[in-house]
T-cell receptor
Framework: QVQLVQSGSELKKPGASVKVSCKAS????????INWARQAPGQGLEWMGW??????????AQGFTGRFVFSLDTSVSAAYLHITSLKAEDTAVYFC???FGVGNDYWGQGTLVTVSS | SSELTQDPAVSVALGQTVRITCQGD??????AAWYQQKSGQAPILVLY???IRPSGVPDRFSASSSGDTASLTITGAQAEDEADYYC??????????FGTGTKVTVL
C-alpha cells in the first residue's frame, strides 16, 4: 500500500537548521511529484511548493524562497525539506503529499517543527 | 497564483445537508480537490475532478462547480464528518493554492 512516512518532531533554536524527510513506499517514486505544505498552529494549510521526482527540479511558492530547499534521494525513495536560519514563525507542522495530477492523494503524517529559545 | 476563499465555519444538524463553497479565479479553469482534516491528523482527499470520490469515501460526499465557485456537499451529515475542509486548485503554471478552510460542526 502507498505510504509516505515523515521523520519525527524537532525542537530547534532560532538560527538553527532542520531537515524533514518524507519516505515513500508502495509505488514508483519517480511517477508522482511531491508537494510540501505547512500548517502553523491553529491555522490553515499553506502550499510551500513541489519537487519533480523525475528531474529533481523544485518549484517554490511565494514566501518560501531562500531559506527553504526541497531535495530528493531517489535511491531510497525519499524527499527532503531543509529549512535554514529558523525563526519562531517557522513553528508549524510540515506535510509532504503525493501529487497525482488533480490533487494530493496520499499525505505524510506531518512533522512538527518547534522553534524556540 | 490566485486565492481560494472559503467560509470560516458552518454547522449542520445530524442527518441534514450542508454545502461548503470555495471561490477563486483558478476554478474557472481547473477543478478543485477537497480534503478533510480532523484535529491533529493529516488531510485526507475526499473529492477531486468533476465529482470523483477516492475509494473508501462515503457517497454522501459530492462535488460540483460553476464559474469561479466549487462546492462540496455532504448529504446526510454524520458525527464523523465534523472536521476542517480545504479546497485545492492550481493555476496555469502548475502552482497550487489551498483554500482558507471551513470548519464543519455537526450538531
Amino acid at each position: 500500500q502507498v505510504q509516505l512516512v515523515q521523520s519525527g518532531s524537532e525542537l530547534k533554536k532560532p538560527g538553527a537548521s532542520v531537515k524533514v524527510s518524507c519516505k515513500a513506499s508502495g509505488y514508483m517514486f519517480r511517477s508522482y511529484a511531491i508537494n510540501w505544505a505547512r500548517q502553523a498552529p491553529g491555522q490553515g494549510l499553506e502550499w510551500m511548493g513541489w519537487i519533480n521526482t523525475k528531474t529533481g527540479n523544485p518549484t517554490y511558492a511565494q514566501g518560501f524562497t531562500g531559506r527553504f530547499v526541497f531535495s530528493l534521494d531517489t535511491s531510497v525513495s525519499a524527499a527532503y525539506l531543509h529549512i535554514t536560519s529558523l525563526k519562531a514563525e517557522d513553528t508549524a507542522v510540515y506535510f509532504c503529499a503525493r501529487d497525482f495530477g488533480v490533487g494530493n492523494d496520499y499525505w505524510g503524517q506531518g512533522t512538527l517543527v518547534t522553534v524556540s529559545s | 497564483s490566485s486565492e481560494l476563499t472559503q467560509d470560516p465555519a458552518v454547522s449542520v444538524a445530524l442527518g441534514q445537508t450542508v454545502r461548503i463553497t470555495c471561490q477563486g479565479d483558478s476554478l474557472r479553469s481547473y477543478y478543485a480537490a477537497w480534503y478533510q482534516q480532523k484535529s491533529g491528523q493529516a488531510p485526507i482527499l475526499v473529492l477531486y475532478g468533476k465529482n470523483i470520490r477516492p475509494s473508501g469515501v462515503p457517497d454522501r460526499f459530492s462535488a460540483s462547480s460553476s464559474g469561479d465557485t466549487a462546492s462540496l456537499t455532504i448529504t446526510g451529515a454524520q458525527a464523523e464528518d465534523e472536521a476542517d475542509y480545504y479546497c485545492d486548485s492550481r493555476d496555469s503554471s502548475g502552482k497550487h493554492v489551498f483554500g482558507t478552510g471551513t470548519k464543519v460542526t455537526v450538531l
